[in-house]
C-alpha cells in the first residue's frame, strides 16, 4: 500500500485511498464509486503509477471512474467544477498570485528572480482546445 | 544384431489406464501396426510399464527374436529408461528401442476428437516404426571420475558442503574470493529464531574445515576457468597477493597495529574504518592480513614500509605476485551466495546513502556486533547517538514488479530480529516495523515473531512508505498508511532499518560463464527441477548449495548443502559416469573443414584439427557433447550427424506422417 502512504490527495482528502478504490474496483463495488465524491480527489501526481510494487497504476482506475460518471451525465463536486471553470477561463487551476515565504511573508515570482508562469498565448484557440479533449463533456463548464 | 539381419519389431501400445485409451483406440492402432511390413507382433496393454509389461516385452524379444521394439506411450521424458532397460534385459542394445508418444502429444491434447486422435497415434507409431528400421545400435561408454570435488564459496553452504564431502573420505578443495572464509553469516550478531550467536555456531565449523587433513583452502582466490566435463574438470584458480608470506605469518596482528592508514572497513559494509593492511574480522580463517594496495602508502607513494619494519617474523613481501593454480577435480559445488540489492542506485525514494541514518539490515547486524564499528552498542551513523525511535522497512526492492519479484525469504525475520536487538539494547526506544506481509514459515519462526510482537514498545504496522524524506532541521520522516487502523500515520524515526532484497553474488556471474550453467529469469542459478532436482544444474557434476540457487535462510543453506555434498559424494564413490550415447559423430570423408559448426556449439565440444594429410575436419569431443544436434543441423555437407537421430533416421519419420 505505497500508494495511500505516498499519496498527495490522501495527504488532505481524508477518505482518500488509492489502494481502496483499486481493491473495490476489483471486488465489484465500481457503482459504488462512481457515485461517489472520493474519486474527484486525486490530483494526478502520478506517484502512484511510479512506485506501485504490482505495476497497478490506481491513477488509471481512478480516471476511468471519473470517465464513466461525466458519460452518465454525473456531476463532480463544486471545488472541481469550478477548477475546470478556471483553466477554461485563464488557463490554470488557480491564476498565480503570490508565494508564502517560511516566515509567512508573501513574495512574488520576480522578487524571487523566477521567470513569470507562461499563458496560453491566445485564450480562445487554448479553450477550443481544452473542450474538444473531454472538457465539453463536463456541462456545467460549457 | 548382425548387419543385413532381417528387420523384426515388436509394437507395443500402451492404454496409461484411461489417460491413453479413453480417447484413442488402441485396439485399432495394434490393428493397423500389425498390417506394416517388418512388424512381427504388435499388442496393448494396460500399463506397459508396470512388471508384468516389460516382461511381456523381454518374452517376445526371445520368443519371435525381435530385433527392434516399439513402444507407444508417455513422453520419452517419462518412461524411455525404463523400457529401455527392458530391451536391454532381453538380451537386445538398449538404442534398439523407440518410443512413439501418443498421450501428451495426442490423447492429453485431443480428448474431444476422438477419431482424429486416433489416426494421429496410427501415424505417430508408423512414424516410429519408419526410424526403427534405420536404429542402429549404440555404446554407452564408462568414464572415470576424479575422486576430488571444487567448491566455490566459503561461506556457511560451502563450509558445511566441504565438510561433509572431507568427511566422506574425498579431497575438497574450498576457495574463496574473500581473504577470509564465513561468508555473510560471519557478519550476523546472532540467528533467528533461537538468537544463537551467529559467531559462536560459525567459527568452530570454519576452524574445523581449515584444520581438516581431506581439505585444502583456497582463500583470496579467484576461480578463472573451468574446462572438461562431469569427472573430469580442469580448473584454473587464481591466488590474489596478500603481499603476506603465509608460511612465515603467525596472525600476530604487529602490522595491523602499526599501519598508519586506513580505509572503509568492507566488512562493516563501509561503516566502521580498518587498516591498509588488515584482518577481514578478528576471527578470520585464515588468520593472515592482506594489504589493500589502493590504500597502502607504500603501494601508492613508495614510502611507509611501517608493516615491513615491525613483522617479527619477516612476514611481509611486497613482491608477491598472483599465482595461477591448477586443478583436476571430479565434481563441483557452486555456494557462491549472495549480495545485497543495490538500494541506493535503485530506489533513490528511500534514501540510503543519500540519509545517513538510513541503513540496510546487515550495515545493523554490524552495528550491534561486538566487533562492529561501534563495539556492539546500537548508535546511529550521523551523530553517534542512541537511537530513541527506530523504523525497520521491509521488502525493501523484494516482491516488486520494478525491482526483484521474489520474496528474499529471511526479511520478515530479519526484521524482528531487528526490533528485537533494538529493544534489547535500548529498553526505552521505540520501534516500528512497517511490512506488507509477514512471513513466518520457518520451523520457530512464528514463534518467535509472536514473542517480539508481544514487547510493548514494537509496534508492527501494516503498510510500506512511499518515500523517505528529510525535513528543514535534519530530521528524517515519512508517511505510512497503516492497513490496520485504516490510517496515515507520520514517523520521525531516529534510524531506519531496510531490509533490503538480495541478489546473487556479484562473483556468481563470472562463474557461470565459465561454468555455462543455466540461470534462472531471476538471476540465480537454475537447478534441474525445482522439486525433484534442487541441488542439480544444466552441467552434469555441477551441484548448488545454498543463497547461489535463490535466496535461503541459514536452515535451508545448510540443509541443501548437506544435499549438495551427498549428491557429489555419490558422484566420486562410484567411481565412473556413462558417457550419453546421442552424441554428434563427423564424417571426416564428408567434412570439408569449413568450421561453421565449431562456434555454433554451446559447449565447446568442437575443434578443428589437421588430418595426416593436411585436411581440415571438425572433431567432436563426445565428453562435452550434449547430443543438442546445434552442429548436425547447420553442417552444409551432412557430415555431422546426430547418433540417434541421424538426418536419415529423421526424414524417413518425416515421409511417413506426410504420406
Not at chain 2, 531487528?418 to 526505552?428: E, G, K, Q, R, T
Not at chain 2, 546421442?582 to 564424417?587: D, E, H, P, W
Request: neutral net charge; contains cysteine.
Amino acid at each position: 500500500m505505497k500508494c495511500s502512504s505516498g499519496c498527495t490527495a490522501a495527504k488532505v482528502v481524508d477518505k482518500y485511498r488509492p489502494h481502496e478504490i483499486v481493491a473495490l474496483v476489483k471486488a465489484g463495488y465500481s457503482e459504488e464509486l462512481i457515485n461517489s465524491d472520493v474519486i474527484w480527489a486525486c490530483s494526478v501526481c502520478l506517484k502512484c503509477v511510479e512506485y506501485c510494487p504490482q505495476r497497478v497504476s490506481p491513477f488509471e482506475v481512478v480516471m476511468t471512474l471519473r470517465n464513466e460518471a461525466i458519460t452518465r451525465g454525473i456531476t463532480p463536486p463544486k471545488s472541481f467544477v469550478e477548477m475546470a471553470k478556471s483553466i477554461v477561463k485563464v488557463g490554470y487551476i488557480q491564476e498565480p498570485m503570490y508565494i508564502m515565504s517560511k516566515e509567512f511573508e508573501e513574495v512574488s515570482r520576480t522578487e524571487l528572480g523566477l521567470p513569470e508562469m507562461p499563458k496560453p498565448k491566445d485564450i480562445e484557440k487554448f479553450k477550443q482546445h481544452v473542450l474538444s479533449v473531454g472538457f465539453e463533456r463536463l456541462r456545467e463548464v460549457v | 544384431m548382425v548387419e543385413g539381419e532381417e528387420i523384426r519389431i515388436g509394437v507395443y501400445v500402451c492404454h496409461c489406464g484411461i489417460n491413453i485409451a479413453s480417447v484413442v483406440d488402441v485396439k485399432k492402432v495394434v490393428e493397423e501396426a500389425s498390417k506394416v511390413p517388418n512388424v512381427v507382433v504388435a499388442k496393448d496393454y494396460q500399463f506397459m510399464c508396470s512388471q508384468p509389461g516389460q516382461n511381456m516385452i523381454v518374452e517376445d524379444i526371445k520368443q519371435h527374436n525381435l530385433n527392434r521394439v516399439i513402444v507407444a506411450a508417455c513422453s520419452p521424458r517419462m518412461h524411455e529408461p525404463t523400457f529401455q532397460k527392458a530391451v536391454e534385459r532381453g538380451g537386445l542394445n538398449p538404442y534398439l528401442f523407440e518410443m512413439a508418444n501418443i498421450r501428451e502429444h495426442c490423447s492429453w491434447v485431443h480428448e474431444k476428437e476422438k477419431a482424429a486422435a486416433t489416426d494421429k497415434a496410427i501415424k505417430l507409431v508408423k512414424a516410429a516404426i519408419a526410424k526403427a528400421r534405420l536404429l542402429k545400435p549404440l555404446k554407452v561408454e564408462k568414464v572415470k571420475v576424479i575422486p576430488r570435488a571444487l567448491v566455490i564459496g566459503g561461506g556457511i553452504a560451502g563450509i558445511r558442503a566441504s565438510l561433509d564431502i572431507a568427511n566422506a573420505g574425498f579431497e575438497v578443495h574450498l576457495v574463496e574470493t574473500r581473504p577470509s572464509i564465513g561468508g555473510n553469516m560471519a557478519r550476523l550478531d546472532k540467528t533467528f529464531p533461537t538468537l544463537d550467536c551467529s559467531q559462536c555456531i560459525l567459527t568452530p565449523l570454519m576452524v574445523e574445515v581449515s584444520k581438516h587433513p581431506n581439505v585444502t583452502l583456497h582463500t583470496y582466490t579467484d576461480v578463472v576457468g573451468i574446462d572438461g566435463s562431469v569427472g573430469n574438470f580442469k580448473v584454473k584458480l587464481l591466488k590474489k597477493p596478500r603481499y603476506v608470506d603465509e608460511s612465515k605469518c603467525t596472525g600476530c596482528g604487529t602490522c595491523v597495529l602499526k599501519c598508519p592508514w586506513t580505509a572503509p572497513n568492507e566488512f562493516d559494509m563501509g561503516l566502521g574504518k580498518r587498516k591498509a593492511i588488515y584482518f577481514e574480522f578478528p576471527q578470520a580463517v585464515p588468520l593472515i592480513p592482506v594489504i589493500d594496495t589502493g590504500h597502502c602508502m607504500y603501494f601508492q607513494k613508495g614510502t611507509c614500509r611501517a608493516c615491513e619494519r615491525f613483522c617479527p617474523t619477516k612476514a611481509i613481501d611486497f613482491n608477491q605476485k598472483p599465482k595461477e593454480i591448477e586443478l583436476e577435480v571430479g565434481a563441483i559445488i557452486l555456494a557462491t551466495g549472495y549480495g545485497l540489492y543495490d538500494v541506493a542506485k535503485a530506489m533513490p525514494e528511500y534514501g540510503y546513502r543519500k540519509y545517513k541514518d538510513v541503513i540496510t539490515g546487515l550495515e545493523l547486524e554490524r552495528v550491534v556486533s561486538a566487533t562492529g564499528p561501534t563495539k556492539g552498542h546500537i548508535l546511529r551513523p550521523s551523530d553517534g547517538k542512541e537511537p530513541k525511535k527506530v523504523a525497520i522497512v521491509l521488502c525493501v526492492g523484494s516482491r516488486d514488479e520494478k525491482h526483484l519479484r521474489f520474496c528474499c525469504r529471511f526479511g520478515c525475520v530479519a526484521g524482528i530480529k531487528h526490533a528485537y536487538y533494538v529493544v534489547s539494547h535500548i529498553p526505552d526506544a521505540e520501534v516500528y516495523v512497517c511490512y506488507r506481509d509477514i512471513r513466518t514459515f520457518g520451523k520457530g519462526y512464528e514463534e518467535f515473531y509472536e514473542r517480539v510482537r508481544n514487547y510493548e514498545n514494537v509496534r508492527f504496522i501494516r503498510g510500506s512508505p512511499m518515500e523517505i524524506l528529510q525535513d528543514a532541521d535534519g530530521g528524517i520522516y515519512f508517511d505510512v498508511f497503516d492497513a490496520n487502523t485504516n490510517r496515515v500515520v507520520t514517523l520521525r524515526p531516529d534510524l531506519v532499518v531496510l531490509e533490503t532484497g538480495i541478489v546473487p553474488h556479484p562473483t556468481f556471474k563470472e562463474v557461470a560463464k565459465v561454468l555455462k550453467c543455466a540461470i534462472g529469469p531471476d538471476g540465480f542459478a537454475l537447478e534441474l527441477h525445482p522439486k525433484l532436482r534442487p541441488t542439480e544444474t544444466s552441467v552434469d557434476g555441477v551441484f548448488l548449495a545454498g543463497a547461489v540457487q535463490g535466496p535461503k535462510d541459514i536452515p535451508d543453506t545448510v540443509a541443501q548443502a548437506g544435499a549438495a555434498a551427498s549428491s557429489a559424494i555419490a558422484l566420486m564413490s562410484r567411481g565412473y559416469v556413462e558417457t550419453v550415447p546421442y552424441v554428434s559423430s563427423v564424417n571426416e570423408d564428408l567434412c570439408s573443414g569449413c568450421g561453421i559448426c565449431q562456434p555454433l556449439c554451446a559447449f565447446d565440444a568442437i575443434s578443428l584439427v589437421k588430418k595426416e594429410d593436411g585436411k581440415e575436419v571438425a572433431k567432436v569431443d563426445v565428453s562435452k557433447c550434449k547430443g543438442c544436434g546445434v552442429c548436425a543441423a547447420a553442417c552444409p555437407s551432412g557430415a555431422a550427424q546426430q547418433l540417434g537421430f541421424s538426418d536419415g533416421q529423421i526424414l524417413e519419420m518425416v515421409r511417413t506422417l506426410a504420406r
